[in-house]
């Protein structure tokens, strides 16, 4: 198949694309390259895509969430099925720069939603996230919970980009599968996650801030169980058969919780970092920041039963992976 990846130059983004390159597809990545964090690492990504996928990548620089552009970027491209990963990230970051997600989170989508509509794609297969539980407090988080209290303008988002997919789904019968992600990490990963911001301190001997006194529990997901799960979905598009789907829908439309269906303590986390880097970390100790949650915790009892998703990485082997491949990246 031919698969368009918005946001391929991201992280869960550059590792789809190569998993789809290394199972025989060829990939179309998009992707504007913005500066919220390293555009070097960004490109760094890119040049592997580039080299593992030969003439099966190919790249186009593009913001999707400008629709002249992105249709003139497109126009003599073809592809099959759509995995709409690009997006803008962050929870905190929302709070300081709210229109960024109004252009990225929204207007994008829609471009997305109306380039699936036009082109009569197969499959949409696109990021939601688990913020958009919210204030939820009974854990596991289940998909056919309610989320209507979200608690940043980032889960508002993507809360967002769920019903204008459902409203595709039922006008167009576009066929779609939503995935909300669970605090995803690996190698590549993003500079702007715990993971990535406490391996680099505690390696340069720098104090670590932790939120909440390490009070706080994460459903942490490695990024090949993640990948292994996206993929499995790309290839199973929901029926347009009036049955009801995972979330609740009865058009083409499926969303799923992707997760590790454990919830860790911060603490924890740190300690296999701190285990992992072979020093302890200096902490800072700060209360919980607007925007955040106590706790995720995914329930993935539909993806299981639907796609087959079983994540296998535990926290204990995730993490000195990641710290592995920091080393290498940055040469320590």
Known sequence: MRILVTGAAGFIGFHVARRLIAGGDSVIGIDNLNDYYSVALKEARLAQLAEHGGDRFQFIRVDFSDQGSLDE?????????IVHLGAQAGVRYSIENPRAYAASNIAGHL???????????????????????????????????????????????KKADELMSETYAHLYRVPQTGLRFFTVYGPWGRPDMAMWLFTKAILAGEPIRVFNGGDMRRDFTFIDDVVSGVVACVRKPPLDDGALKAGGSVAPHAIYNIGNHRAEGLGRLITLIEAACGREAIKIMEPMQPGDVYA????????????????????????PLFVDWYRDYHGL
Do not use: C, M, W
């Open 296 to 319: 995720t915790y995914a329930d993935i009892s539909a993806i299981q039963r639907d796609v087959g998703f079983e994540p296998s990485t535990t926290l204990d082997t995730g993490v």
């Open 111 to 157: 471009n997305i939603l109306e380039l699936a509509r036009s082109r009569k794609t197969d499959h949409l297969v696109y990021a939601s996230s688990s913020s958009v539980y919210g204030g939820n407090t009974e854990l596991p988080f289940r998909v056919e919970d309610r989320v209507d209290h979200p608690l940043s303008l980032y889960a508002a988002t």
């Open 73 to 81: 970027a497109l126009s003599d491209v073809t592809f099959d099925r």
